[in-house]
């Protein structure tokens, strides 16, 4: 199925070393996907080398760029199909990982494929926002991190209650990071968020991406988040 040389030379360029168990369990993960793809919309991105660079490298980046420790607690916001999350499970099987959705039907799809690969992670049918009033979620989080969910200040709401204090958010972002940073640079310091740092890289197909990586710096006020209709008209500025 995947091109496993072709997926290892690639997380190399990220300095991700990926064993024969970790290629074995992306190549279970691709198969499953575009098996499911064709009953279910799980990704427009299905052709196997693509997979490897959009979906996978593109998670991995996130080990490139940021240090998180063993045993580390991360949840991933708007898994969908489980990226970032469960790329960055192949290869840290030490880490805490939670993948929340607020579609089922894609969480249910993940228990499965990732049972294939006898690895686990806590799957949570909710929406971000619903999570981040409920204690069992909310400053539970060393790492959180998203891609292709919302816009910046929109994200930060999902996601900053969910992170512990000296806890790290993580925006995966496309070439236009620094515009949206600067319109969230409010809602980021309301929210509980500190020094804020972009950091640029480049997918093997050239492709731009930029990770947004927010210290969270003090506790979420307590008014935050908001329900889903006042993040959506009024989002924080
Ligand atoms: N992160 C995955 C990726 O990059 O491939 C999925 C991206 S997909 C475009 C967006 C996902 O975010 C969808 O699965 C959607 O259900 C989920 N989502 C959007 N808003 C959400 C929210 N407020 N809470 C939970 N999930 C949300």
Do not use: W
């Not at 198969?31 to 793809?37: M, S, T």
């Amino acid at each position: 199925m995947i091109n496993k040389a072709f997926l290892k030379d690639c997380a190399e360029k990220f300095g991700v070393f990926l064993d024969d168990t970790a290629l074995e369990r992306f190549d279970i993960y691709a198969r499953r996907l575009i098996e499911k793809n064709l009953v279910m919309n799980l990704t427009a991105i299905t052709e196997p080398d693509e997979i490897v660079i959009k979906h996978f490298t593109d998670s991995l980046s996130v080990l490139s760029c940021v240090d998180i420790p063993a045993g580390a607690k991360i949840i991933d916001v708007g898994t969908g199909a489980g990226f970032p999350g469960v790329p960055l499970l192949f290869v840290r099987p030490d880490l805490n990982v939670t993948l929340l959705d607020g579609t089922g039907k894609k969480l249910a799809f993940i228990g499965e494929a990732l049972d294939e690969t006898g690895l686990r992670a806590e799957t949570v049918h909710l929406r971000a926002e619903e999570a981040g009033r409920k204690p069992e979620y909310r400053e539970r989080f060393d790492f959180a991190a998203a891609r292709a969910v919302a816009g910046l200040s929109e994200l930060a709401e999902y996601c900053l209650p969910l992170v512990k204090v000296g806890g790290t958010f993580v925006a995966m972002k496309s070439a236009r990071a620094d515009s949206e940073t600067g319109e969230a640079k409010n809602a980021v310091l309301t929210l509980g968020g500190g020094k804020t740092e972009i950091k640029r890289f480049f997918l093997p197909d050239n492709s731009e991406r930029s990770l947004v990586i927010i210290k969270k710096v003090s506790q979420t006020p307590t008014k935050y988040p908001r329900s889903s209709a006042n993040i959506a008209k009024r989002p924080l500025r």
